[in-house]
């Protein structure tokens, strides 16, 4: 008997995940982007908290290397340092292999900082099911 057919794409709810974007992250940012201030794509460093980076591997799964497509970012606010909500949808699709990614940061009472949609090519490390 064959392996079930896996679907040709998956959405998944992305977050809600707690972010805090403090002073000295905001500042060796920008030193390593070359920016003045806090760059409007800082909101991807939000996505490397331990919560949004288990989530992306689950939803990667085994046996695959992700390698950065594309990323686009809308700034709506000012980032500042502080507590902020990384939230949205993920889907992940089968031919080709891609992960992508559409958040919102938000601060905690809602207000909308950044928008952002990363997208993220799923190369095979081996045999594929």
Do not use: C, K, N, W
């Not at 089968?94 to 938000?106: F, Q």
């Not at 950044?114 to 993220?120: F, I, K, P």
């Amino acid at each position: 008997m064959s392996a079930p057919e896996r679907p040709a794409a998956e959405a998944f709810a992305f977050g809600p995940f707690d972010a805090t974007a403090d002073a000295t992250q905001i500042a060796a940012f920008a030193r390593a982007t070359g920016a003045a201030g806090a760059p409007f794509v800082f909101p991807i460093a939000l996505m490397a908290t331990p919560a949004a980076r288990a989530a992306i591997a689950d939803m990667i799964g085994p046996g695959f290397l992700p390698v950065h497509e594309s990323q686009s970012f809308e700034a709506e606010a000012p980032l500042a340092p502080g507590v902020y909500v990384l939230a949205g949808t993920a889907r992940r699709e089968r031919a080709p292999e891609r992960l992508t990614i559409e958040a919102r940061v938000t601060t905690p009472p809602g207000t909308t900082v950044a928008r952002l949609r990363t997208a993220l090519r799923l190369f095979p490390t081996g045999p594929t099911p």
